[in-house]
Nanobody, 125 residues
Framework: QLVESGGGLVQPGGSLRLSCALS??????????IGWFRQAPGKEREGVSC????????KYPDSVKGRFTASRDNAKNTGYLQMDNLKPEDTAVYYC??????????????????WGRGTQVTVSS
């Protein structure tokens, strides 16, 4: 199971930190990559970060690079997405996802094995 938390309403330029609690995996989280995605109304689901199983590789699309920071704490079975300098166009439902490590590594497309239910992020003044 994956459960997201930390969403809410924030003004433009503000920050939020999303958390993703992972549980019930057969193997250690050391074997899973964690992705964050978002989906705005009428739009396709978009990958906003992927962090490798070790945490040594992190990928972002250009739309969030320099503003979003992904991290993970395998000891706490938790992934995080720090979002700074938020913009109205960042408004969406944000999902975390987990993927058993395989090639290609650390992807931003939706080929993940497990998904959370999402948390709403609204950026508005």
């Amino acid at each position: 199971q994956l459960v997201e938390s930390g969403g809410g309403l924030v003004q433009p330029g503000g920050s939020l930190r999303l958390s993703c609690a992972l549980s019930g995996f057969f193997l250690s989280l050391d074997y899973y990559e964690i992705g964050w995605f978002r989906q705005a109304p009428g739009k396709e689901r978009e990958g906003v970060s992927c962090i490798s199983s070790s945490g040594n590789t992190i990928k972002y699309p250009d739309s969030v690079k320099g503003r979003f920071t992904a991290s993970r704490d395998n000891a706490k079975n938790t992934g995080y997405l720090q979002m700074d300098n938020l913009k109205p166009e960042d408004t969406a439902v944000y999902y975390c996802a987990a993927r058993f490590v395989r090639e290609p590594l650390c992807i931003l497309t939706t080929e993940y094995d497990y998904w959370g239910r999402g948390t709403q992020v609204t950026v508005s003044s």
